[in-house]
């Protein structure tokens, strides 16, 4: 019974991460560029720690993002029109995942300046 109730969980975390992925674009668009990122610090020979810390901003960012969707459909589906309350909680929200996702960028400079540096020199 636990292994069923388990799979089922799963299979519906797996069509939410699906379902944030093909509708929503900017998922798409910070999926698309923490694949980079990943593929390049793997390139890069990145040391494993500073690795570690890529693939968890990537994955924050991400996941934020998800919250934020996830929210901003709930407040639109509880009020439909304009309310400068609601409107401040998908704010709150936007600038939630802006400060993640600006953590990401300035670990991400921090960790991959030099490599990148040293490509071109």
Known sequence: MKKKKFTRSLMFSIRGIVHGITSERNVKIQLIIGLLIISFS????????EFMLII????????????????ERLVDKIHPGFDKDYEIIKDLMAGAVLLTALLAIIIGVLILFEPITSLFS
């Open 42 to 49: 793997i390139y890069m020979e990145t040391p494993k720690i």
């Open 56 to 71: 968890f901003s990537i994955f924050l960012v991400l996941t934020m993002e998800i919250i934020n969707t996830s929210i």
